[in-house]
């Protein structure tokens, strides 16, 4: 069992920067794969970025490659995504996932555990 909870959201201007965290508790926290997801207002989830159990491996979509980027730091438990140059669609609650796998998906079915979501405004 692994429950997660995000911290790191609020409210920025267009251009900021802010960064994501998500502490995992469990002993099992190194044999999940990781990721980040988000939900506009009205819009499905999406895949964000995701990280392999090791770190060694990271997989971006295309709207955020190159402005986001995701870490994770085994030995505490914790995930994080690095966001800059944000813009106004960014807008959205972000969610960190789990799932128990070596491997980076970005399929949202496939996660089995998943954060309660933390508010990110990027105003204009």
């Known amino acids: 069992q692994v429950q997660l909870v995000e911290s790191g959201g609020g409210l920025v201007q267009a251009g900021d920067s802010l960064t994501l965290s998500c502490v995992a508790s469990g002993r099992t926290f190194g044999t999940h794969a990781m990721a980040w997801f988000r939900q506009a207002p009205g819009k499905e989830r999406e895949f964000l970025a995701g990280?392999?159990?090791?770190?060694?491996?990271?997989l971006y979509e295309d709207s955020v490659k190159g402005r986001f980027v995701i870490a994770r730091d085994n030995a505490k438990n914790t995930v994080s995504l690095e966001m800059s140059s944000l813009k106004p669609e960014d807008t959205a609650v972000y969610f960190c996932?789990?799932?128990?796998?070596?491997?980076?998906?970005?399929?949202?079915?496939?996660?089995?555990?998943w954060g309660q979501g933390t508010q990110v405004t990027v105003s204009s």
């Open positions: 996932a789990a799932h128990h796998g070596a491997f980076v998906s970005t399929k949202e079915a496939l996660y089995d555990y």
């Open positions: 990280i392999n159990w090791a770190g060694s491996y990271t």
